[in-house]
């Protein structure tokens, strides 16, 4: 029988997070150690889990991706590795929000009830949704009430609810301190969610909630003849 092997990756945060899971738990989890630099840390990460594991890429059976939301650049470099991966390996590539990786890691550290999921999205703003803890399968498990949104800390009505993630540890003054658990998406969070209910899988496309920063000049100036 086939070993089901993950291998997960977000780079929704300025954090890299790589992780390879095999259906049930975590077999091996690295994150990068320097912010930002999603491109020259995410190949040595993956070869540094699967050796920790004593896998081979050619052993992988998926791939799972963190689809955001976060910044244009971030998020292409793990999108692009993870179809690329997928392709050259025959693989399905699946889709979870990173935001969800934020509010599981929440949950298994102790959160109960409803609760707000908060990442950094620079501009002194942040992405954020809203969630219900309940359980699947026994498992309790953060469900979203709301799509994802960017906004402005000092906009969200938390209505008395606490904070999981960056954002509330960045803006103390309006979010309180933050929960317990990850600051930032765990790659091993998004397979964990990956494998335990379809209805966290989404495609694997970003989630931009912005336009890039950076784009092209497309006015051109009208040619005299």
């Given at each position: 029988?086939?070993?089901?092997?993950?291998?997960?990756?977000?780079?929704?945060?300025?954090?890299?997070?790589?992780?390879?899971?095999?259906?049930?738990?975590?077999?091996?989890?690295?994150?990068?150690?320097?912010?930002?630099?999603?491109?020259?840390?995410?190949?040595?990460?993956?070869?540094?889990?699967?050796?920790?594991?004593?896998?081979?890429?050619?052993?992988?059976?998926?791939?799972?991706?963190?689809?955001?939301?976060?910044?244009?650049?971030?998020?292409?470099?793990?999108?692009?590795?993870?179809?690329?991966?997928?392709?050259?390996?025959?693989?399905?590539?699946?889709?979870?929000?990173?935001?969800?990786?934020?509010?599981?890691?929440?949950?298994?550290?102790?959160?109960?009830?409803?609760?707000?999921?908060?990442?950094?999205?620079?501009?002194?703003?942040?992405?954020?949704?809203?969630?219900?803890?309940?359980?699947?399968?026994?498992?309790?498990?953060?469900?979203?009430?709301?799509?994802?949104?960017?906004?402005?800390?000092?906009?969200?009505?938390?209505?008395?609810?606490?904070?999981?993630?960056?954002?509330?540890?960045?803006?103390?003054?309006?979010?309180?301190?933050?929960?317990?658990?990850?600051?930032?998406?765990?790659?091993?969070?998004?397979?964990?969610?990956?494998?335990?209910?379809k209805r966290f899988v989404l495609e694997p496309e970003p989630l931009y909630l912005r336009?890039?920063?950076?784009q092209a000049n497309i006015s051109r100036k009208r040619v005299l003849k």
């Amino acid at each position: 029988m086939t070993e089901e092997l993950t291998l997960a990756l977000d780079t929704a945060s300025a954090t890299v997070s790589v992780a390879l899971h095999d259906g049930e738990r975590v077999l091996a989890e690295r994150a990068g150690e320097q912010g930002g630099k999603h491109a020259e840390q995410l190949t040595p990460l993956i070869e540094a889990v699967l050796a920790e594991s004593g896998r081979t890429r050619a052993q992988l059976t998926g791939v799972v991706a963190g689809v955001g939301p976060g910044p244009f650049t971030g998020l292409r470099v793990g999108l692009v590795t993870a179809n690329v991966l997928a392709y050259a390996l025959e693989l399905e590539v699946k889709g979870v929000c990173s935001l969800d990786a934020v509010a599981l890691d929440a949950v298994r550290a102790g959160a109960i009830g409803s609760f707000i999921a908060a990442m950094d999205a620079r501009r002194r703003e942040v992405y954020w949704a809203r969630y219900d803890v309940t359980e699947i399968d026994g498992v309790s498990v953060p469900v979203r009430t709301q799509l994802p949104e960017v906004s402005a800390a000092a906009d969200i009505e938390l209505q008395g609810l606490r904070v999981a993630g960056r954002g509330a540890l960045l803006y103390p003054d309006v979010l309180n301190q933050p929960l317990e658990g990850s600051l930032d998406p765990s790659a091993g969070a998004l397979a964990s969610l990956a494998a335990l209910d379809k209805r966290f899988v989404l495609e694997p496309e970003p989630l931009y909630l912005r336009r890039p920063d950076a784009q092209a000049n497309i006015s051109r100036k009208r040619v005299l003849k």
